[in-house]
């Protein structure tokens, strides 16, 4: 009963965390503003998480968790590489949308003066999505022959876009959303990666 008691106050402060990084848009997040919000004192936080930038690993922690799982059984399914990238690209951006606090995190704005660990972490977050479209497109080419695809550039330029989409919806305060006329623009995408 007490595990379950301390697990729940953890997830109340990383829950309290993220809606602070949805709601309070350009104010700085301290620990005290925090402990106010979750309705704890400073103390109770820090027996809970050693430190704010320990607060951020966990939601990035939940962030990654959530995106690897789909994307490694994306991966595995039947559809064309071409069509993993996408359902990869969506969830992600699907993602973002739903946890618009966390993206704030993402772009890294919301690091200013935290550790340079937090930032490292976020730019191998999306080396790894990276790598995880590469790999996908790399096995149905080498599954059909195809030396001519590169799939180093094609990854690259799709992870770009989708670091671009979470940069727009964060620097719009969440006005445009990451999903906003992607199906249209993923049809441009993919009909200028087919020439």
């Given amino acids: 009963m007490v595990v379950d008691k301390k697990s729940n106050r953890k997830q109340d402060i990383l829950q309290s965390l993220a809606h602070m990084l949805e709601s309070d848009l350009g104010d700085r997040i301290t620990t005290a503003r925090l402990a106010k919000e979750v309705g704890v004192s400073e103390a109770a936080l820090y027996r809970h998480f050693p430190s704010k930038a320990r607060m951020y690993e966990s939601l990035l922690d939940f962030c990654e968790e959530?995106?690897?799982?789909?994307?490694?059984?994306?991966?595995?399914g039947p559809q064309p590489a071409i069509e993993k990238c996408y359902t990869v690209a969506s969830l992600v951006l699907n993602f973002s949308q739903r946890n618009a606090g966390i993206s704030r995190l993402l772009?890294?704005?919301?690091?200013?003066?935290?550790t340079q660990r937090l930032k490292e972490r976020i730019s191998q977050m999306f080396d790894k999505l990276e790598l995880n479209l590469k790999q996908i497109l790399r096995t149905e080419a080498i599954e059909q022959g195809n030396s001519s695809v590169d799939s180093a550039a094609i990854a690259k330029l799709i992870t770009s876009v989708i670091e671009g989409r979470v940069q727009q919806f964060v620097r719009?305060?969440?006005?445009?959303?990451?999903?906003?006329?992607?199906?249209?623009?993923?049809?441009?995408?993919?009909?200028?990666?087919?020439?």
């Fill in 66 to 76: 959530s995106i690897f799982s789909r994307v490694n059984s994306v991966a595995s």
């Fill in 107 to 114: 772009t890294g704005e919301v690091l200013l003066g935290e």
């Fill in 172 to 195: 719009s305060n969440f006005a445009i959303q990451p999903v906003d006329q992607w199906e249209v623009q993923w049809r441009l995408l993919r009909q200028g990666l087919s020439n």
